[in-house]
């Protein structure tokens, strides 16, 4: 599983001067190290972060972080300007549009509003590769490419989500957290 871990952050200023995005703590661990326990008690063992913005930082918490049994975390340095479709080329959320048969047919970046989401969990083909240049924003041209060729498919997920984009958002997420009802913890 890829993570995107190169984004510079900067609506989490506050936090982000001193640390990358992925290293900002919910509950005492960094946002990173959640997201890999979720996906690892769903059977996911190897993540390949993909690192940009103060990568070093990233790639030490890894190493010395001590994963579940079985659970291979990898950093890839893919570049401090690198877009999201180059990063994930370098590697082997916006509104998604989804027919009534679960095929996607476009993407709209962040506005407001109540339609589905992209929650940026992709599950790709070597294929996706051909749809890539390493200038690509993935949310742009190849997502919409791939969804004119009739090659994309979503979940549609009723359960908890949230973004942490903001220090309001880590503060709030800190705070289910604190409380022992963090519904994204499935791990023992």
């Not at 190169?6 to 509950?27: A, D, F, N, S």
């Not at 989804?98 to 940026?120: A, Y």
């Not at 924003?137 to 942490?164: I, K, N, S, Y």
Request: proline share 4%; aromatic share 10%.
């Amino acid at each position: 599983m890829a993570i995107l871990c190169g984004g510079r952050g900067t609506r989490l200023q506050e936090h982000t001067q001193e640390i990358p995005k992925p290293l900002v703590e919910i509950g005492g661990m960094p946002i990173v190290w959640h997201v890999i326990q979720l996906y690892a008690v769903q059977g996911f063992r190897r993540f390949l972060l993909a690192t940009g913005y103060k990568g070093e930082l990233i790639e030490r918490f890894v190493a010395e972080h001590e994963w579940p049994a079985g659970v291979r975390v990898e950093c890839v340095d893919t570049g401090e300007a690198t877009q999201t479709g180059g990063r994930i080329k370098l590697l082997q959320f916006g509104v998604t549009e989804l027919g009534t048969d679960g095929r996607v047919r476009g993407f709209h970046e962040k506005p407001r509003s109540e339609h589905w989401i992209n929650g940026g969990f992709f599950c790709f083909q070597a294929g996706v590769l051909a749809y890539l240049e390493q200038d690509s924003v993935l949310e742009r041209a190849p997502l919409e490419r791939l969804a004119a060729a009739d090659q994309l498919r979503a979940h549609r997920h009723e359960g908890f989500w949230e973004c942490m984009d903001t220090y309001k958002d880590a503060v709030q997420l800190n705070d289910l957290w604190a409380s022992g009802e963090a519904p994204w913890r499935m791990w023992g």
